[in-house]
């Protein structure tokens, strides 16, 4: 039986021994990581997943910005690392802290973006093509940006992703 609880509840190189044996040592040249650079995990939407108390799964989030071509700055969250422990995965660990992040997304009325495989995150309410014309910090394939609109909000086509290092001091 694995149950969620607030990423405090391990230890910070607990969570980065985890992301390590899911994506690798490399991990930290992706693009994911210089789009939030600099900003600290929202504690509400961000959590770990324990079975009897070992670390099997962590979900982030990340507080970011979208800056319009008119200079606008729209807020958003940047959902990811989902990771699962290569030994846990495909027993349905992802799909819970994936589904448990969108209902309290959708709670709270707030849009997210990931980037992520749409053939995984489709089913959490992540389209990929509305913001594949976005640009980020680095190399990215456009149908890997996957956007999570609130409802009845309305997205920009282009737009700069970075950080929002206004919010991340509140
Ligand atoms: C991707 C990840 C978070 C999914 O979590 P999980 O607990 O293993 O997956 P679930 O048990 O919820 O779902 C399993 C199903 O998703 C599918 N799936 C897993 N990763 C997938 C992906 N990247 N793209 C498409 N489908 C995927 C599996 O094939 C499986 O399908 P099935 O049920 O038809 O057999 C996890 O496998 C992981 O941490 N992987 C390493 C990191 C990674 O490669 N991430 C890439 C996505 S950004």
Redo the contacts with the bound molecule.
């Keep these: 039986m694995t149950t969620l609880h607030p990423l405090s509840q391990v230890t910070p190189a607990a969570i980065e021994a985890l992301l390590d044996a899911?994506?690798g040592a490399d991990r930290h040249g992706r693009t994911a990581y210089a789009v939030r650079a600099g900003t600290e995990a929202v504690a509400d939407l961000s959590y770990v997943c324990l079975d009897n108390q070992k670390l099997v799964?962590s979900l982030q989030s990340w507080p970011v910005v979208l800056t319009t071509p008119d200079h606008r700055r729209m807020p958003l969250i940047m959902v990811?690392?989902?990771?699962?422990?290569?030994e846990?995965?495909?027993?349905?660990?992802?799909?819970?802290?994936?589904r448990v992040v969108a209902q309290r997304l959708d709670l709270a009325g707030v849009s997210a973006m990931?980037?992520?495989?749409p053939?995984?995150?489709e089913a959490f309410g992540f389209r990929s093509g509305p913001a594949s014309d976005w640009s980020l910090p680095g190399p990215v394939e456009p149908e890997r940006i996957l956007l999570r609109a609130a409802s009845g909000s309305q997205w920009p086509t282009e737009g700069e992703l970075g950080a929002d290092l206004l919010r991340s001091e509140d």
């Design positions: 899911a994506f799964g990811g690392p989902v990771a699962v422990t290569p846990h995965q495909s027993q349905g660990i992802g799909n819970q802290m994936t990931m980037i992520g495989d053939e995984y995150y």
